[in-house]
């Protein structure tokens, strides 16, 4: 006969409970992590680019006028040149009513006003040209240099970004 065996006093298998999506793993953290971070970075560069674009596009724009100067030595088209080029950089990037509407003498010392301190400035010194050499037969290469070299820095320094407070 057949011997009856001892039953063991087993209980059930049990599953483990099925895997919860909350909270991730941080495989994904990590993830979202760095998917933010290039988020952030390209945003951050984009308005960095966008905060230079004035200066940078009339420093461009200076860059050629000095050179078809160069090429040309036409004073009066450099003049009337850099003059159509502070003008634009000016209403670009300070308020219109600041500055659109000044002639003469009063936009030589409202360009003076923006620059910071110089002892050569638009109003004393090579800043006439803008408003008088273009109606003269006259060369002037020595302030046409000067006045180079102090439409440059103007440029450079125009504000970071738009009109400024």
């Given amino acids: 006969m057949q011997a009856t065996q001892p ?7 049990h599953l483990p ?11 994904y953290w990590l993830v979202l992590a760095v998917l933010i971070a290039l988020v952030l970075i390209f945003f951050g560069l ?3 680019r966008n905060k230079t674009l004035i200066k ?8 050629r006028i000095k050179s078809d100067y160069q090429a040309t030595l036409d004073q009066k088209a450099l003049a009337t040149a850099l003059s159509k080029l502070l003008r634009r950089a000016a209403i670009s990037a300070y308020p219109v009513s600041e500055c659109a509407s000044l002639s003469g003498n009063e ?9 910071s301190k110089s002892d050569i400035t638009f109003s004393d010194g090579p800043g006439y040209l803008l408003t008088e050499f ?3 037969d006259s060369k002037h290469t020595n302030d046409i240099n000067d006045l180079l070299d102090l439409t440059q820095r103007w440029l450079k320094q125009l504000p970071a970004k ?3 407070s």
């Fill in 46 to 48: 984009r308005y960095l």
């Fill in 56 to 63: 940078r596009q009339a420093l461009t724009e200076f860059a």
């Fill in 7 to 13: 039953q063991l006093d087993l209980k059930d298998i």
């Fill in 17 to 27: 409970d099925a895997v919860s999506w909350w909270p991730p793993a941080i495989g």
């Fill in 134 to 136: 273009i109606y003269s």
């Fill in 162 to 164: 738009g009109k400024p």
């Fill in 107 to 115: 936009w030589l010392n409202w360009l003076d006003q923006q620059l």
